[in-house]
């Protein structure tokens, strides 16, 4: 499955949920709507004097929190479908290491760490495919591969013997260090109140 395929599936499922939460927060504020319209009806019908004006202040202030109550179940509509796209993108990250190209984006991002290294003896922490992939290009004698932590997701993690130095360059880390700005693109693209 390519990235394209998997966004564009995470785009649909993300697009079903939202229209699902969408259609229940509009049916909500239709019902508080609707309540605080029958509300208003009675308590004009009950009084237009001062008792009247008060309860005008009163369905105004009914109608602002009914407003603001479907804002925020939209809002928070729209947080959960950005919070459930990104936990799916962060779920499907190991499949990539099973792709044909994972190899070639593994290297890569071990050629962008390679200027950082320290001097001396230098730990690389790989994943199996990796460290087939790079075993050719980092044949120096000076490199030593040990497994990366499981906490991680592919790419690479390198370090000098004593542990002080580390650069970190995993699909994982890679996720995270986006996840800022994926979120702010996905909650551009999903609709708002007035659309």
């Known amino acids: 499955m390519g990235y394209e395929e998997l966004i564009r599936h995470l785009v649909r499922t993300a697009e079903a ?4 939460i969408l259609a229940r927060a509009r049916e909500d ?5 609707e309540d605080a319209r029958r509300t208003s009806e009675t308590v004009e019908r009950d009084g237009r004097d001062a008792t009247g004006r008060e309860a005008s202040l009163a369905r105004d202030r009914s109608m602002n929190r009914a407003r603001q109550e ?4 939209r809002v928070r509509a729209r947080a959960a479908i950005v919070d459930a796209v990104l936990a799916r993108v962060e779920e ?3 499949l ?8 070639a984006v593994a290297e890569r991002l071990y050629r962008e760490i390679l200027p950082e290294f320290p001097e001396g003896n230098v730990i690389l922490r790989v994943d199996g495919v990796t460290r087939a992939a790079l075993e050719r290009s980092a044949s120096d004698a000076s490199i030593r591969f040990e497994p990366l932590p499981e906490t991680e997701i592919g790419g690479v993690e390198a370090s000098d013997e004593g542990g002080t130095f580390l650069v970190r360059n995993t699909l994982r880390s890679r996720f995270v260090k986006a996840r800022p700005a994926l979120m702010v693109e ?8 007035d659309e």
Not at 29 to 33: L, Q
Not at 70 to 73: G, K, L
Not at 186 to 193: A, S
């Open 17 to 20: 949920r939202r229209d699902g």
């Open 70 to 73: 479907a804002n925020e179940v």
């Open 96 to 103: 990539l290491l099973d792709e044909s190209r994972y190899p």
């Open 186 to 193: 996905l909650w551009k693209r999903l609709p708002g109140p």
């Open 92 to 94: 499907r990250l190991p």
């Open 29 to 33: 504020a239709a019902k508080i709507t």
